[in-house]
């Protein structure tokens, strides 16, 4: 471990001079969401993490026992499972988890395992009036009450008391269905903190997935996952967001132990390029990033950051089925408003198309993970969702810009940068002679938020 040197108040405090998101906030002409107000700017330490938190099989271990046993997390949409019979088998490491949507409609979810010789029931997704196993025929009905067997004279000891499915903890959110497989775990709602009070007026449960991108790549998971809740990296790894992108002085907040945010704000130079770039050029990226081939020009007087807004908001108007006119902000047509519900539930906030990321270690391997893109995008309340997009599967050695005819040039080069640099950390922390990592006091502080609360599952009873 690196020497720890001890701070005063100024340096504890420290963050960019530059202008902050706040400001931004006042020459908004609309009323702000209280949620975008918030800003905690909190202090948690300055101590180096130890690497083998994320190269060693025994921490891995312990965070399957620990963590993904004992937390919410995020098995499918709701979309998944409109129709009784509907099923949908969520694996996590070594668990499978078998969600079904019953006759009257309820959820329930179970372990996904035969109570007989243990094959797994259901694999995928689908749509079945029981749930039989193709080993031996055993069945139960879509409840989990044990409707028999083959040869059932054979098994006098099995009876429907005592061979029902084991049930695990499900419940749903902003339209997600979350599963829990501690029996004694805090109600999703509980366990959620602030997010629902921040993020239900924008409407999550009234959005279809169009787009879904699922990529195995040669990290730890919490690697994966730590380059999607900073901007830091963005400066060096993807240069093309400077003229947009106001990366230094992006807004790190934390509440509770489950829930931390970022805020990169839109339409504005990063402050140390600021005088590389009129807003013109930043408009220009802007439109080169999500492919347009136009290029509109500013009037007199008029910020890149007004007009990218002003082009957003007739989208998001179609897309919602309402007028958002005069009642949104800028921010929330454009910004990164980036949540991360622990362990790994990453969504963005705003009345757009928005996007959620999951990471989850690739079955038990210690050194790779699934990283999931999601675009979630509304449509009009009262009217039926239309289908998700199909799962667009991306192998180890595959970059994202194998996905470009799906998601765009402009956006799987920015996921082919970060691609590019995940497995190197890996690579790094095993190789590294200092044994751990050093994180920055502001921009990184949900990285450390992350692994505190972490710490609190791994040394819980």
């Not at 109600?187 to 924008?202: A, G, I, T």
Request: with cysteine; net charge negative; glycine share 6%.
């Amino acid at each position: 471990m690196s020497e720890q040197v001890e701070l005063s108040p100024e340096d504890i405090i420290a963050r960019s001079p530059s202008e902050s998101f706040q400001d931004l906030l006042k020459r908004e002409t609309v009323n702000v969401p209280d949620a975008l107000r918030e800003s905690t700017e909190t202090y948690l330490g300055s101590e180096d993490l130890a690497v083998e938190r994320y190269t060693s099989k025994d921490f891995f271990d312990l965070e399957v026992e620990k963590v993904w046993r004992k937390s919410w997390q995020i098995a499918c949409r709701e979309n998944r499972l409109r129709k009784p019979g509907d099923y949908f088998v969520y694996d996590i490491v070594n668990d499978s988890i078998l969600l079904t949507r019953t006759e009257s409609g309820a959820l329930k979810a179970f372990h996904n395992s035969c109570l007989h010789r243990g094959r797994v029931l259901k694999r995928g997704a689908g749509n079945s009036d029981n749930l039989r196993c193709p080993y031996h025929g055993w069945s139960w009905d879509l409840e989990g009450e044990f409707l028999g067997a083959p040869c059932q004279w054979d098994f006098p000891h099995v009876t429907k008391e005592n061979s029902k499915l084991h049930e695990v903890k499900v419940d749903t959110w902003g339209g997600w269905v979350f599963i829990n497989m501690d029996e004694d775990a805090p109600s999703l709602r509980e366990y959620m903190e602030v997010l629902p009070n921040h993020m239900d007026q924008w409407k999550h449960e009234q959005r279809f997935v169009s787009l879904h991108i699922e990529k195995v790549i040669a990290c730890n998971w919490k690697v994966a996952l730590e380059a999607f809740i900073e901007s830091y990296h963005a400066i060096a790894t993807h240069p093309q967001l400077m003229s947009f992108q106001g990366i230094d002085n992006s807004q790190y907040d934390i509440w509770g132990d489950h829930v931390s945010r970022t805020i990169s704000a839109y339409g504005v130079a990063n402050p140390s390029h600021a005088e590389q770039f009129t807003e013109q050029q930043s408009l220009d990226a802007m439109m080169e990033l999500i492919g347009v081939p136009d290029r509109p020009q500013l009037a007199p007087g008029q910020t890149a950051r007004e007009m990218y807004a002003a082009l957003n908001l007739p989208v998001a108007n179609e897309q919602a089925g309402e007028d958002f006119a005069g009642r949104t902000t800028m921010s929330e047509l454009m910004d990164s408003t980036l949540y991360l519900l622990f362990p790994n539930f990453a969504p963005w906030a705003g009345n757009g198309t928005v996007i959620t990321y999951r990471h989850r270690p690739n079955g038990d391997d210690v050194d790779s993970c699934i990283m999931e893109i999601f675009l979630l995008t509304r449509y009009p309340q009262g009217t039926d969702s239309p289908a998700d997009a199909p799962t667009f599967r991306l192998g180890i050695d595959q970059p994202f810009s194998e996905a470009a005819e799906v998601m765009g040039a402009g956006f799987a080069n920015v996921f082919n940068q970060d691609g590019a640099n995940l497995p190197q950390v890996q690579k790094g922390l095993k190789a590294s002679k200092k044994g751990a990592v050093t994180l920055g006091n502001y921009q990184e502080v949900r990285i450390r938020h992350f692994h505190q609360t972490l710490d609190k599952y791994l040394q819980a009873k």
